[in-house]
C-alpha cells in the first residue's frame, strides 16, 4: 500500500491572504500504477514571499476552519485550524503543511514531507448523489510535529464544506479537480475486481494532461494502490443504455497496467455522475 505522489508547494511572510482556486500540474508515469504529480515553479493562488526557512507559499483560508485528527501515545487528539500554509522550498518542492490560526495555540502543527514522492490524499468515502466527502486520510503514517515534538501517527483532516476539501487535494496533487464520482463498483476484464466503495477522481494539470484516479482496495496485497489512468489511453466510453447500470471504457494498452486491465466497468452510485463522466470522457475523445 505505497500510493505515492510527487507534487510541490511553498511558504509564507506577508499579512495578506485571499481566496483563490488552484491550478498546477501533473505528469502521470508511463511504467506503473502509482502516479506522479509535478508542480511548476509558480501556482496561483494566495502566497507571500518567505524571509524564513521556504521560497514561497500559499494559504487556504478555510471556511469556517478544519479538524485535524491523530493519536499519540495511545490518545486520540482534535485540533481545530482556520488556514493551512502550504510551503515549498527553492526548488518548488513540497517541504510541508502548517496548520494556524487555532483558538489558544501557540505553535503551527506542522505536516512534514521529506521524500520528494508524496502520498495522494484519501477520500474515506465515497461521494453519493449531493453528499460529498469531507475527510482526507493518508494510507501511511506522516510526519508530525507540535509543541516542538516530532512523531509519526496515523493523521485524518475533515473539513466543514467541499470547496475547502477539494482546494486542499488540488494544493496537495497540483492539478484542478475536473470530476468527482463515487464508484459502488470497477472490475477490469484482466484484473477482476478493481475496488469497491470508492472515488473516481479526473485531475487536469497546467500542462493540460488529465488522468483518472482511484483507488485499487480489492487487489490482493501488493497491487492495493492508486491507479492512474491518462485519458488520452481511453479508446472508447460506452455508456449504460439503462439507469443503474455501469459504463464500460476500452483501454489502449500502451503501458503495463492497461494491458493487464484491458477494459474498465465502472458503477456509479449515483447516475448523475454516471452521466457527467461519460459526457466528460466523450468530450475528451472528440477534441483528442
Known amino acids: 500500500m505505497n500510493p505515492l505522489v510527487s507534487p510541490e508547494f511553498q511558504e509564507w511572510a506577508s499579512t495578506t491572504t485571499r481566496r483563490e482556486s488552484t491550478v498546477s500540474t501533473s505528469t502521470v508515469s508511463s511504467a506503473s500504477t502509482s502516479i506522479l504529480f509535478q508542480s511548476p515553479a509558480t501556482s496561483p493562488g494566495s502566497r507571500k514571499q518567505s524571509w524564513q526557512l521556504y521560497e514561497d507559499v500559499i494559504r487556504l483560508e478555510l471556511n469556517p476552519h478544519m479538524t485535524i485528527s ?55 468515502h465515497p461521494k453519493d448523489s449531493a453528499e460529498y466527502p469531507l475527510r482526507i486520510s493518508f494510507l501511511e503514517h506522516q510526519t508530525v510535529q507540535t509543541a516542538q515534538v516530532v512523531f509519526m501517527t496515523q493523521l485524518s483532516y475533515k473539513f466543514e464544506n467541499w470547496e475547502d476539501c477539494a482546494q486542499f487535494q488540488e494544493l496537495l496533487l497540483c492539478s ?113
Not at 501515545?73 to 482534535?78: E, S, V, Y
Not at 493551512?84 to 490560526?101: F, M, N, Q, W, Y
Not at 484482466?190 to 484516479?213: A, D
Not at 492495493?224 to 489512468?229: A, D, E, L
Open 70 to 124: 491523530f493519536v499519540k501515545n495511545g490518545q486520540l487528539f482534535k485540533l481545530r485550524y482556520t488556514f493551512i500554509d502550504v510551503c515549498k522550498d527553492s526548488t518548488g518542492a513540497l517541504r510541508c503543511l502548517e496548520l494556524g490560526g487555532g483558538l489558544g495555540q501557540q505553535t503551527p502543527f506542522v505536516h512534514a514531507f521529506h521524500n520528494t514522492k508524496l502520498p495522494v490524499p484519501h477520500l474515506e
Open 176 to 288: 484542478k479537480m475536473m470530476f468527482i464520482g463515487g464508484m459502488a463498483e470497477a472490475k477490469s476484464k484482466g484484473r477482476g475486481e478493481e475496488c469497491i466503495s470508492q472515488n473516481l477522481r479526473i485531475l487536469r494539470g497546467h500542462n493540460g494532461k488529465r488522468v483518472m484516479l482511484f483507488f485499487a482496495n480489492s487487489q490482493r496485497k501488493e497491487l492495493k494502490r492508486y491507479v492512474s489512468i491518462p485519458l488520452n489511453c481511453v479508446a472508447k466510453v460506452k455508456p449504460p443504455k439503462k439507469a443503474g447500470r455501469p459504463v464500460v471504457l476500452e483501454l489502449d494498452p500502451n503501458f503495463d497496467i492497461l494491458m493487464q486491465m484491458r477494459n474498465l466497468t465502472i458503477h456509479f452510485l449515483d447516475d448523475d455522475d454516471c452521466k457527467s463522466f461519460c459526457q466528460l470522457l466523450s468530450t475528451e475523445l472528440t477534441i483528442g
